[in-house]
């Protein structure tokens, strides 16, 4: 008999966990060896317990998924990792696909997905829902955010004029100015508004909460 598939859950929201806990507890190939609730924790984990998949959240209240996938490949350059999202910002899907991960689903995703999903990436394979992967193709090929474009977009987020930018980057106002209106081209935007809510949505932007 196939050996189950070993899960481990690294997520701190408790409905969640319970959820998905419920879900895996009713297929026989499927088996929770370890859950934790913060980054640090997954990651000791993932290094005594050696899970086949990890279901690893997004945001995580000492860590984002993204900045702490080199972690766990350093432990296993194999390592079998979906990553379990609030909402599917392509800029974030496709960061975290370019460092390896095996899968992205949104926290949303039905049962029967959510099991197709753990299968398909315990086989060896990625996975990709049809909603999210339409979500990649309708911004493929725009141009991407220069670090100092990125930079201003989050502070435009924060609700920082061109004067406080100018002032906190130590760079002069026409600069920011150029950059700003960089942003918008490639955004496809005219306003900050317009700018600061579609890279919430995309994920281009870090809201800490």
Same mark, same amino acid.
């Given at each position: 008999?196939?050996?189950?598939?070993?899960?481990?859950?690294?997520?701190?929201?408790?409905?969640?966990?319970?959820?998905?806990?419920?879900?895996? %507890?009713?297929?026989?190939?499927?088996?929770?060896?370890?859950?934790?609730?913060?980054?640090?924790?997954?990651?000791?984990?993932?290094?005594?317990?050696?899970?086949?998949?990890?279901?690893?959240?997004?945001?995580?209240?000492?860590?984002?998924?993204?900045?702490?996938?080199?972690?766990?490949?350093?432990? %296993?350059?194999?390592?079998?990792?979906?990553?379990?999202?609030?909402?599917?910002?392509?800029?974030?899907?496709?960061?975290?696909?370019?460092?390896?991960?095996?899968?992205?689903?949104?926290?949303?995703?039905?049962?029967?997905?959510?099991?197709?999903?753990?299968?398909?990436?315990?086989? *060896? *394979?990625?996975?990709?829902?049809?909603?999210?992967?339409?979500?990649?193709?309708? %911004?493929?090929?725009?141009?991407?955010?220069?670090?100092?474009?990125?930079?201003?977009?989050?502070?435009? /987020?924060?609700?920082?004029?061109?004067?406080?930018?100018?002032?906190?980057? %130590?760079?002069?106002?026409?600069?920011?100015?150029?950059?700003?209106?960089?942003?918008?081209?490639?955004?496809?935007?005219?306003?900050?508004?317009?700018?600061?809510?579609?890279?919430?949505?995309?994920?281009?932007?870090?809201?800490? /909460?």
């Amino acid at each position: 008999m196939k050996s189950p598939i070993r899960i481990l859950i690294v997520e701190n929201q408790t409905l969640t966990r319970v959820g998905i806990k419920t879900i895996l %507890n009713e297929h026989s190939d499927i088996e929770i060896i370890g859950e934790a609730r913060t980054g640090a924790q997954g990651l000791e984990l993932f290094r005594t317990l050696k899970p086949d998949v990890t279901i690893l959240s997004l945001r995580l209240p000492d860590s984002c998924a993204i900045d702490v996938l080199e972690d766990y490949y350093n432990v %296993n350059k194999r390592a079998k990792i979906l990553i379990l999202a609030e909402h599917a910002g392509d800029s974030e899907i496709s960061r975290s696909l370019k460092k390896g991960v095996s899968g992205y689903v949104c926290k949303d995703i039905s049962e029967s997905e959510l099991i197709k999903a753990i299968r398909a990436v315990g086989a *060896g *394979g990625k996975y990709i829902p049809a909603d999210i992967a339409g979500i990649l193709s309708e %911004n493929f090929g725009q141009e991407e955010l220069t670090p100092a474009e990125q930079k201003i977009l989050q502070m435009i /987020v924060g609700g920082n004029s061109n004067k406080e930018i100018a002032f906190d980057l %130590n760079v002069s106002e026409n600069t920011v100015k150029t950059h700003v209106k960089n942003v918008f081209e490639k955004l496809g935007v005219s306003d900050r508004t317009s700018a600061a809510t579609l890279a919430i949505k995309r994920g281009l932007v870090r809201i800490d /909460v």
